[in-house]
Nanobody
Framework: QVQLVESGGGFVQAGDSLRLSCTAS????????MGWFRQAPGKEREFVAS????????VHADSVKGRFTISTDNAKSTLYLQMNSLKPEDTAVYYC???????????WGQGTQVTVSS
């Protein structure tokens, strides 16, 4: 079982930056791949970025590529999402998630709100 806790959300102006954190507990951090997702009001949850320990491979959605960066700190069991050049359309609740042995995102945090004003 994995417990995930996000933090770092807030209210910012367009063009500002934020760094989200997701601290994991319950299992060895480097044993499961992880990702960030977001859900805006009235919309379905969408993929933002993912991190795989094999090759330390990262993938970013086209909508955030070049602006957001996913990274990890294994010593702190923490996943990060550095968000630069924020836009109003980035406004959403952001969730981190961890894959289980089947490869599905089985574990989710409670989410952190990011609001970007124009």
């Amino acid at each position: 079982q994995v417990q995930l806790v996000e933090s770092g959300g807030g209210f910012v102006q367009a063009g500002d930056s934020l760094r989200l954190s997701c601290t994991a507990s319950g299992r060895t951090f480097s044993t499961y791949d992880m990702g960030w997702f977001r859900q805006a009001p009235g919309k379905e949850r969408e993929f933002v970025a993912s991190f795989r320990w094999s090759g330390r491979n990262t993938v970013h959605a086209d909508s955030v590529k070049g602006r957001f960066t996913i990274s990890t700190d294994n010593a702190k069991s923490t996943l990060y999402l550095q968000m630069n050049s924020l836009k109003p359309e980035d406004t959403a609740v952001y969730y981190c998630a961890a894959r289980d042995y089947t490869g599905h995102y089985a574990y989710w945090g409670q989410g952190t709100q990011v609001t970007v004003s124009s």
